[in-house]
């Protein structure tokens, strides 16, 4: 009987341990491997940072010491955390995206992301800020700045892309349109950047996978005819 409570007694540890490790998993998606989530280099700073909080004041106390792929990744956790506490998953410390977006921390991040847009050299590093920037519903001055410098960097890289981080960055900037094509300069700059991606992406179909091409379809009629996501 006695060794029957002990061997209980266990179990009930390692249910408790595995629960706790979940939570944890939950709580900071940077491991997360889906839709170019993976964990690598650009995350390595962040490693301790499980909120969006701790993300924030990670990036703020260290912001002129990231390199770009690194100021990218902040936002990039930042918007998967957003994303995570929308579908009501622990991430204790975490904030709405109109509430990261009011934060002053935040727009440090996106100033200095801005001044560094032109050291911009990999299609996942597009990718993941287009995303994120979509996902937040970001706008402003800020914002605008990034995706026209986006926009002048993409064109030698395009066929560096794969299938996901052109599917991504369309998704991404079908969030962040703010209606039809327009002349002025930004609408001017994310058009052309979207249609780009368009062609690019329309030479390899038949390379989409079924969430690729769902993505892509999704944001070409969002783009064309307007409407909310």
């Known amino acids: 009987r006695q060794q029957q409570q002990q061997q209980q007694h266990q179990q009930q540890q390692q249910q408790q ?3 706790r490790s979940g ?14 989530h993976e ?36 936002v990039h956790l930042v918007a998967k955390i957003a994303e995570a506490d929308a579908h009501n998953l622990p991430s204790e410390g975490g904030a709405g995206g109109s509430g990261i977006l009011r934060d ?11 001044d560094r847009i032109d050291e911009l050299d990999s299609p996942r590093h597009v990718m993941r800020i287009l995303w994120a ?25 395009l066929r560096q892309f794969n299938s996901m981080e052109l599917s991504n960055s369309l998704w991404g900037l079908a969030r962040l349109a703010r ?6 300069g930004t609408d001017a700059r994310l058009t052309q950047l979207v249609s780009v991606l ?3 992406g329309t030479s390899r179909v038949t390379m989409f996978s079924a969430q690729c091409l769902s993505n892509s379809l999704w944001a070409i009629a969002k783009l064309e005819f307007g409407g909310t996501a």
């Open 39 to 74: 964990t690598d280099a650009d995350f390595a700073f962040l490693e301790k940072a499980s909120n969006v909080n701790e993300v924030l004041q990670i990036c703020v106390e260290r912001l002129r010491e990231l390199s770009v792929g690194e100021l990218v990744s902040g």
């Open 133 to 157: 920037l979509g996902k937040l519903n970001a706008s402003g001055r800020q914002c605008d700045a990034i995706v026209a410098g986006v926009a002048l960097k993409v064109q030698p890289m």
């Open 104 to 114: 002053g921390r935040f727009e440090q991040l996106l100033a200095r992301l801005r």
């Open 198 to 200: 368009i062609t690019e």
């Open 23 to 36: 939570r944890r998993n939950r709580r900071c998606p940077m491991s997360l491997g889906a839709a170019g």
């Open 17 to 19: 341990q595995q629960q």
């Open 179 to 184: 209606g039809g094509p327009s002349s002025s």
